[in-house]
């Protein structure tokens, strides 16, 4: 949050200040009230009691539930970017392809895969593995997950790369032509490199979308991820409420680590290719930590 | 590929696809003036709307919604006893259940998505001129005035495109209800691996088509208003 006044509202003075600062006590007042509320209702459930809490100091809830959870969740999310990001190249090179019917397999693949939602790809990868493939079962629930995140973020990526691609100046195309390049030669050497520094802050922000999304393989296909041996845990020593407040609070620490991460990416490119930030200063006073416009996939909600 | 579940009673795959009609229609609306009102408090004068909103928005946005849901049911529900429908005895136990789970579902989904409307809303207001802003506060309106008749207008009507995106991310959301026992779309494949494993993939194609034929028109018709609503510039 920065300082800069928006242009929102007048400059403030006395009146206003004082107005300000009034709302403030009384928002001020209000969550407070909010959080005593909150500290009274788990209090008076017995919330707050150290047995709910003790757990966490013992190292079995780490050693056999959290950890392991957190490594199979890492595990999926890793495999699944690593898979995503040659499978998102190939569809968005393909549908940038100067052969049409490419250019329609490809489109129709992405908008398929984009319109599913990746509950239902995941159930059906795992029930395609158990009856036509000899993946084991053990293997079974983290394959089926790693699929169905690499279908449906590998479709994302696509369109993040076509993008990517269309957004390098026309000249690089042209220069890598008038060398005597074919047309894989320019697509493989000079646009695609290219094209994957400018979308690294997206993919990294992509990253996001696939660490929640790991937590999907836990509700139908048993896989072992971080949300469900909490939910393990929290049946074991049965704290609920503690287990998935620490869960929840291990998610967001982690996904705001890797939203950082895109920002500094995404700052530090700025500054290589020399360009400040495009167009008028926002009008909130809070600048985007964004990408470019073009490059931001537009079903970020998932 | 083998269509004959169809006629199977035990799918009921319209039903399904209507609980995952109730269950978009509900959140969106919901969504749609939580995400509004954040959105509001984060552009606001007073910082310590600003704060709390930022810290909402930070915080809920990245935990994965699977954990958001499930929280609503465990926690909300049975660890500090929210009720959220009316219970008499004796009377449709299951009923009450189902009434529970959905409406815990929806306000799930309510609180999750509405990070994604009030970002939304937040780069539309970004997009509107400052010299609107500035030319509102020279003819002397306040603050709620600039924001409600000024910047929200032209903001919602660039933001039509990304909350598209959101709602049909949304209705693709709904499927993680079933893990609270809501009765919608996704049930049709599980009942599926359990009774026709062999007919499981014309099972995925009538499921995958049933979600195409919801996200499809949604895209296509926001995007056309999108185009006929932006303000030119």
């Known amino acids: 949050m920065s300082d800069r006044l928006s242009v929102l509202y ?3 003075g006395p009146k206003a200040r004082r107005r300000n600062a ?8 209000l969550l407070l009230a909010g959080l005593w509320w909150i500290y009274d209702t788990l209090n008076g459930k017995n919330q707050l009691t150290a047995q709910k809490w003790e757990p966490f100091l013992t190292a079995q809830m780490w050693t056999t539930y959290l950890l392991p959870g957190l490594l199979e969740t890492l595990k999926a999310a890793a495999l699944s970017v690593i898979i995503s990001i040659p499978v998102g190249a190939l569809l968005g090179v393909a549908r940038l392809s100067d052969h049409a019917w490419l250019r329609w397999v490809a489109g129709i693949v992405v908008e398929f895969f984009r319109a599913i939602p990746v509950l239902i790809l995941m159930v059906f990868a795992a029930a395609f593995y158990a009856l036509y493939t000899g993946v084991s079962s053990g293997a079974r629930p983290l394959v089926a997950v790693v699929t169905a995140l690499v279908l449906y973020n590998g479709s994302v990526l696509a369109e993040v790369f076509r993008a990517g691609i269309l957004s390098l100046p026309k000249g690089q195309t042209e220069a890598a032509v008038a060398i005597g390049m074919r047309k894989t030669q ?3 050497q000079i646009l695609l490199p290219q094209a994957l520094t400018v979308m690294l802050p997206a993919v990294i922000s992509q990253l996001v979308v696939i660490v929640k999304d790991t937590a999907l393989g836990g509700i139908l296909l048993s896989f072992a991820e971080l949300r469900r041996a909490a939910g393990t845990a929290a049946s074991v020593y049965g704290n609920f409420l503690a287990v998935y ?3 929840a609070a291990i998610y ?3 996904n705001l680590l890797l939203g950082f991460g895109a920002g500094y990416v995404e700052k530090r490119m700025r500054v290589r290719r020399g360009g400040g930030t495009a167009g008028l200063e926002p009008i909130t006073g809070v600048g985007e930590a964004g990408v470019p416009a073009a490059l931001v996939p537009d079903d970020r909600a998932t | 590929m083998d269509f004959s579940f169809l006629s199977d009673p035990r799918y009921d795959i ?3 696809f209507w609980m995952t009609i109730q269950l978009t229609f509900f959140s969106a609306i919901g969504a749609l003036v939580l995400g509004t009102v954040l959105a509001a408090m984060r552009v606001s004068p007073v910082p310590v709307l600003r704060g709390f909103a930022t810290v909402y928005v930070n915080i809920v946005r990245n935990i994965p919604l699977t954990v958001v849901i499930i929280m609503m049911y465990f926690v909300l529900f049975s660890q500090l006893g929210l009720r959220v429908a009316e219970r008499t005895p004796g009377v449709n136990p299951q009923g009450y259940l189902d009434t529970t789970n959905f409406r815990l579902a929806v306000i799930g989904f309510i609180l999750y998505t509405a990070t994604f409307v009030a970002e939304a809303i937040r780069s539309g207001i970004n997009t509107v001129p400052p010299g609107q802003a500035e030319a509102a506060r020279a003819i002397g309106l306040r603050f709620t005035q600039v924001l409600g008749l000024i910047i929200l207008p032209q903001a919602f009507r660039a933001v039509i495109a990304p909350l598209a995106s959101v709602l049909i991310a949304l209705i693709k959301n709904t499927t993680i209800a079933s893990a609270i026992g809501v ?8 009942t599926g691996i359990e009774f026709n494993p062999d007919q499981i993939t014309a099972i995925f194609l009538v499921v995958a088509l049933g979600f195409i034929v919801l996200t499809l028109p949604t895209g296509l018709l926001l995007g056309a208003l999108a185009k006929k609503m932006a303000v030119k510039r």
């Open chain 1, 245 to 247: 407040v620490v869960v």
């Open chain 2, 183 to 190: 009765a919608e779309a996704s049930v049709i494949i599980v």
């Open chain 2, 14 to 16: 319209l039903g399904a």
């Open chain 1, 186 to 188: 320019v697509m493989t």
């Open chain 1, 22 to 29: 009034v709302l403030s006590v009384v928002v001020a007042l």
């Open chain 1, 252 to 254: 967001i620490a982690l």
């Open chain 1, 10 to 12: 007048d400059h403030p």
